[in-house]
């Protein structure tokens, strides 16, 4: 079985500054990893997915993440936030094998503030 | 393009009464799965189908019931509602979890139980 941390709940964070989303996983066999992101009301959209090879991926709307296997961590990055970027954001994994279930991290709540 | 729909997209119900969310999707994919998000616990899965006729129990199946008769169609069965059962309820469909395949997500149900 996999688990997912997202070790921030809240990220107040001012527009046009840079803004870092930890995420870290537990797993025993290779996994997938993945951000989604959820704007109100609304259901949850892919925003990028490491899968394998290079271990930075970028995803829509200028973000990337960097899968760093020996510290089992996928952290969020954009270098330059918009106010429309304010939404929830999950990690998720998946293990590579079996592939039956997809595993979500509690979320972190990014407010960008003008 | 439809998607994935589900409906009803808010529901009150009282103790005890059952129901169920429906789900359907138009891109002929072969996963199916439920979810429910609860604040500062992210999305647990309560179940899941990998094809028709082959359904499986998620991380929080209990209180709740799915079939899978047909390859767009994945209903999930509240049998005698709770007040825990309350949440926002997601259906979410792929068209394998292997080699990483994007899931894409409904919109959501609310559901209240009182």
């Known amino acids: 079985a996999q688990s997912v941390t997202q070790l921030d709940s809240q990220v107040p964070v001012f527009e046009e500054a840079p803004v870092e989303l930890r995420c870290n996983y537990s797993?025993?066999?290779?996994?997938?990893l993945f951000w989604y992101v959820q704007y109100p009301n609304q259901g949850l959209q892919l925003l990028l997915k490491?899968?394998?090879?290079?271990?930075l991926v970028k995803g829509i709307n200028g973000f990337e993440a960097e899968f760093n296997k020996s510290q089992t961590s996928f952290h969020l990055r954009k270098p330059s936030v918009h106010i429309s970027d304010t939404a929830e954001y999950f990690c998720?994994?998946?293990?590579?094998?079996?592939?039956?279930?997809?595993?979500f991290g509690s979320g972190t709540q990014l407010t960008v503030l003008p | 393009n439809a998607g994935v729909t589900q409906t009803p997209k808010f529901q009150v119900l009282k103790t005890g009464q059952s129901m169920t969310l429906q789900c359907a999707q138009d891109?002929?994919?072969?996963?199916m799965s439920w979810y429910r998000q609860d604040p500062g616990m992210g999305l647990r899965l309560i179940h899941y189908?990998?094809?028709?006729?082959?359904?499986d129990q998620g991380e929080v199946p209990n209180g709740y019931n799915v079939s899978r008769s047909t390859t767009e169609d994945f209903p999930l069965r509240l049998l005698s509602a709770a007040p825990s059962q309350t949440s926002v309820y997601f259906c979410?469909?792929?068209?394998?979890?292997?080699?990483?395949?994007?899931?894409?997500f409904g919109e959501g149900s609310w559901l209240t139980v009182v």
């Open positions: 979410a469909s792929s068209y394998s979890l292997k080699a990483g395949n994007t899931i894409y």
């Open positions: 797993s025993s066999v290779s996994v997938y």
């Open positions: 490491y899968l394998s090879g290079s271990t």
């Open positions: 998720a994994v998946s293990d590579s094998g079996s592939a039956r279930q997809l595993t």
């Open positions: 891109m002929n994919h072969e996963y």
């Open positions: 189908s990998v094809g028709a006729g082959i359904t």
